[in-house]
């Protein structure tokens, strides 16, 4: 199993374009979350999706739009990149993962370090 | 709102020292809480995770408490080793919630 896979691994953006982020488990997993890391400020909820077909806002949604293209894709799309877009995006899936020791731990991939100039 | 306070931001020891982390949170409703582990330029690692009827989970050289009714939990790390050099996070998530609460983290370091 592959886990949690992340791409791109490094992006850089100029102020007002646009990318996804994409994302993707195999561990057939009902719940996807997106997150951004910041110095200082831990890790912050953007937005997550409970199951296929949902998605819910999360800390801090402003600025991103997500889809739940199926139970194994969740992507993250930044419409118009802003320079405090920057940050390191982690992606996590939620459950049980064979040989894994506990229920409804998650489980990270690692991460796309985007820059927005 | 569920806050999430790690104390010290950043903690230095010699190698074979036995060390505490600390977690606090402000809301006892909670599910569970984990411990996770995060490497420099990598994502997170689970390393512990307590129910809330639970006290105390072990793993090998980690073990983690929970005190609900005091709003803390903290990570012991036995022996320490350089390969224990990480930041640990610790989260926490709420009862009927799907999503998590994270403290800020403690870099560590352990020094040969």
């Known amino acids: 199993n592959a886990g949690v896979t992340q791409t791109p691994k490094f992006q850089v953006l100029k102020t007002g374009q646009s990318m996804t982020l994409q994302c993707a488990q195999d561990m057939n997993h009902n719940s996807m979350y997106w997150y951004r890391q910041d110095p200082g400020m831990g890790l912050r909820l953007i937005y997550y999706?409970?199951?296929?077909?949902?998605?819910d806002k999360g800390e801090v949604p402003n600025g991103y739009n997500v889809s739940r293209l199926n139970k194994r894709e969740f992507s993250l799309r930044l419409e118009s990149a802003a320079p405090s877009q920057t940050s390191v995006y982690f992606c996590?899936?939620?459950?049980?993962?064979?040989?894994?020791?506990?229920?409804?731990?998650?489980?990270f991939g690692p991460g796309t370090r985007l820059t927005v100039l | 709102k569920q806050e999430v306070t790690q104390i010290p931001a950043a903690l230095s020891v010699p190698e074979g020292e036995n060390l505490v982390l600390n977690c606090s949170f402000t809301?006892?409703?909670?599910?569970?809480l984990q411990w996770f582990r995060q490497d420099p330029g990598k994502g997170l690692t689970s390393l512990l995770l307590?129910?809330?009827?639970?006290r105390e989970q072990t793993s090998g050289r980690l073990n983690a408490s929970l005190d609900k009714s005091s709003g803390r939990s903290t990570l012991y790390i036995a022996a320490s080793q350089p390969g224990d050099s990480a930041t640990y996070l610790c989260?926490?998530?709420?009862?009927?919630?799907?999503?998590?609460?994270f403290g800020q983290g403690t870099r560590l370091t352990i020094n040969p």
């Open positions: 999706s409970a199951s296929e077909g949902t998605t």
């Open positions: 989260a926490v998530r709420l009862q009927g919630a799907q999503k998590l609460v």
């Open positions: 996590a899936s939620q459950g049980i993962a064979a040989g894994g020791p506990w229920t409804d731990t998650q489980y």
């Open positions: 809301d006892s409703a909670i599910y569970n």
């Open positions: 307590i129910q809330s009827s639970q």
